[in-house]
């Protein structure tokens, strides 16, 4: 079965410094991959997703992800931290273009220090 | 404006009582979601549909069912609901087979 592993539960980071969230997933096959955010009280939003093609995918809000196949990662990226981008980060994949079970890591909750 | 909406936003109620809570999307999406979602545990998918009158399970479907009668409604149904099935609930709805998931603003049940 396909899961995906987000290994840092919490992170905290100084505003203005750099953040790089991990993701690992395990299958065979390249799946779809996507980055979610949800900020305290709200519900999940799409920061980017990767199908195919370039590597390196730009997303919303200054956020950025590069897909390593031979690492079985999709990191996910941001130069330079706000304080409004505390919110617990989510990891996810779907198998393949035939709807399936959408697979979510289990979070990393990112601290923005002053 | 393009939404996925939930009701109840919040419910308490008693072990057993039967609850539904409604989803509605106005995107004409054909693919609709219900997760749950547990301090720790992430989102765990609980059923999915297609389209209209396919629907699977999920990854934790079990205390749950769901109907798809029409596109833009997907209600999840808790028969007899338990206090294991407190939790945060999210719909969600997308377009495409694999494409992005638009969620709803979750639904917090506790069940005493």
């Known amino acids: 079965a396909q899961s995906v592993t987000q290994p840092d539960i919490h992170i905290t980071v100084s505003e203005g410094a750099s953040l790089e969230l991990r993701c690992n997933y395990s299958y065979g096959a390249t799946p779809y991959l996507f980055w979610y955010v949800q900020s305290p009280g709200q519900g999940l939003q799409l920061l980017l997703k990767y199908f195919s093609g370039d590597t390196l995918v730009q997303g919303i809000k200054g956020f950025e992800a590069e897909f390593k196949r031979s690492q079985s990662s999709f990191n996910l990226r941001k130069p330079s931290v706000h304080w409004s981008d505390a919110a617990e980060y989510f990891c996810a994949v779907i198998l393949d273009s035939g709807y399936s079970t959408l697979t979510f890591g289990k979070g990393t909750m990112l601290l923005v220090s002053p | 404006e393009a939404q996925v909406t939930q009701n109840p936003r919040y419910l308490i109620t008693v072990t057993g009582k039967k609850l539904t809570v409604t989803c509605s999307q106005n995107?004409?999406?054909?693919?609709m979601s219900w997760y749950r979602q547990d301090p720790g545990l992430g989102l765990r998918q609980i059923y999915y549909s297609m389209n209209v009158e396919v629907t699977d399970k999920g990854d934790v479907p079990e205390g749950y069912k769901v109907s798809r009668k029409e596109k833009r409604n997907f209600p999840l149904i808790l028969e007899s609901p338990s206090p294991n099935q407190t939790s945060l609930y999210f719909c969600?709805?997308?377009?495409?087979?694999?494409?992005?998931?638009?969620f709803g603003p979750g639904t917090r049940l506790t069940v005493t």
């Open positions: 969600a709805s997308s377009l495409s087979a694999g494409g992005e998931q638009y």
């Open positions: 995107m004409n999406h054909e693919y």
